[in-house]
């Protein structure tokens, strides 16, 4: 049975860009995932580093949203690799959230995002779930880390 998760009010919220589990990346310390993500849109632009500093995640998804600021190029090439290297280093960095995570067997992971259709699953359910995706393979390669150490 699939393992859902979205808002701080759901179980498992913890997988959510939203959970308060910060990352240090290029020697700079992000209060979430998705201050991050949002973040790297617009990596050496002054839009970066507010999107970093903002009070919360809903308010630095809304600054990545802005196309006010000429977004990367590359954006959609990239932007599961970026995912991919910040959740990796969420649950690397976050002992209680490896075992969290390490805790969920084989079950799917599926982001129960009712208007995200590319991260989620969406409303119909017919979405992409990269991030669920990305989630199981983070799964995967800690509990190999686990099992060599």
């Given at each position: 049975?699939a393992?859902?998760?979205?808002?701080?009010?759901t179980?498992?919220?913890?997988?959510?860009?939203?959970?308060?589990?910060?990352?240090?990346?290029?020697?700079?310390?992000?209060?979430?995932?998705?201050?991050?993500?949002?973040?790297?849109?617009?990596?050496?632009?002054?839009?970066?580093?507010?999107?970093r500093?903002?009070?919360?995640?809903a308010i630095?998804?809304?600054?990545?949203?802005t196309r006010?600021?000429?977004?990367?190029?590359?954006w959609?090439?990239?932007k599961?690799?970026?995912?991919?290297?910040?959740?990796?280093?969420?649950?690397r960095?976050?002992?209680?959230?490896?075992?969290?995570?390490?805790?969920?067997?084989?079950?799917?992971?599926?982001?129960?995002?009712?208007?995200?259709?590319?991260w989620?699953r969406?409303?119909s359910?017919?979405?992409?779930?990269?991030?669920?995706?990305?989630?199981?393979?983070?799964r995967?390669?800690?509990?190999?880390?686990?099992?060599?150490?």
């Amino acid at each position: 049975m699939a393992i859902e998760f979205y808002s701080k009010t759901t179980a498992y919220n913890e997988f959510s860009n939203f959970s308060p589990h910060g990352i240090e990346m290029e020697a700079k310390w992000y209060p979430t995932i998705e201050h991050y993500f949002q973040a790297m849109k617009f990596p050496g632009d002054e839009q970066a580093e507010k999107i970093r500093l903002a009070k919360t995640p809903a308010i630095a998804k809304k600054l990545g949203r802005t196309r006010d600021v000429t977004l990367r190029s590359d954006w959609e090439e990239v932007k599961i690799d970026i995912m991919r290297q910040a959740v990796r280093k969420k649950f690397r960095t976050h002992r209680q959230l490896t075992e969290l995570l390490l805790e969920t067997g084989e079950e799917p992971l599926v982001e129960a995002a009712p208007m995200d259709y590319f991260w989620g699953r969406g409303r119909s359910g017919s979405g992409k779930n990269w991030l669920g995706k990305i989630l199981m393979e983070v799964r995967e390669e800690l509990r190999t880390q686990v099992v060599s150490e």
